[in-house]
């Protein structure tokens, strides 16, 4: 699935190359097309009601034998499951605070995995998107967040997660990327020139 055209994904690693000419911030951007495969949501909710419809209409209207209801729940549990593992549905079975765990997760695990805690003075940014769990994070490490008040990071993941939800992903990243700009060039001024770690956007499938 590709989130980004070549051409876009350039186009957030340019905005990405500009801002740190001005800033000692390593900024990195991540977007993920789902934090999960959620594989047992699907097997959850087919099981439940596999064992409720059919024992519900048995029970009202007494016409069923015994192998008949466990003819139907199993037929109710195989039907449930394939339909339930289509994308638009699965995401609409989780619930939003499962959804955002596993995205907060995923962007931590990524902070880690790309060395942004290992830069030089600390400051390394993360800018992560999942688009499935329409989910906006940024991470900073201790250099930037002794400087900038998570407040800050707040109202611009805000205005980040509605262009995602509008499926206006390349707007919102150009947009979050030049807002965290202006504030990283102000209170984490570039002194030296650097460039630690790679500007692409990182997709994950």
């Known amino acids: 699935m590709t989130l980004l055209t070549q051409d876009e994904q350039q186009q957030v690693a340019d905005a990405i190359d ?8 390593e900024v990195v951007t991540v977007l993920a097309a789902r934090a999960d495969d959620y594989y047992y949501i699907p097997l959850l909710w087919a099981g439940v009601l596999a064992l409720l419809v059919p024992g519900l209409v048995a029970l009202l209207t007494s016409w069923l034998s015994a192998s008949e209801l466990l003819l139907a729940q199993w037929v109710t549990f195989i039907v449930l499951a394939l339909a339930f593992r289509l994308p638009p549905l699965t995401t609409r079975l989780i619930p939003q605070t499962v959804r955002h765990w596993r995205a907060s997760n995923l962007a931590r695990r990524q902070f880690i995995e790309l060395n942004l805690h290992h830069t030089d003075g600390d400051t390394g940014v993360l800018i992560f998107v999942s688009e499935a769990e329409r989910y906006v994070e940024i991470l900073v490490d201790r250099g930037i967040s002794s400087r900038i008040d998570n407040a800050v990071w707040e109202s611009i993941v805000e205005a980040f997660t509605q262009k995602v939800r509008e499926g206006r992903v390349l707007e919102g ?25 790679s500007n692409r956007l990182v997709v994950l499938p």
């Open 173 to 197: 990243f150009l947009g979050c990327i030049a807002s965290c700009g202006e504030h990283l060039h102000e209170h984490v001024p570039g002194t030296h020139t650097r460039n630690e770690l």
């Open 18 to 25: 500009r801002i740190e000419q001005d800033t000692d911030a």
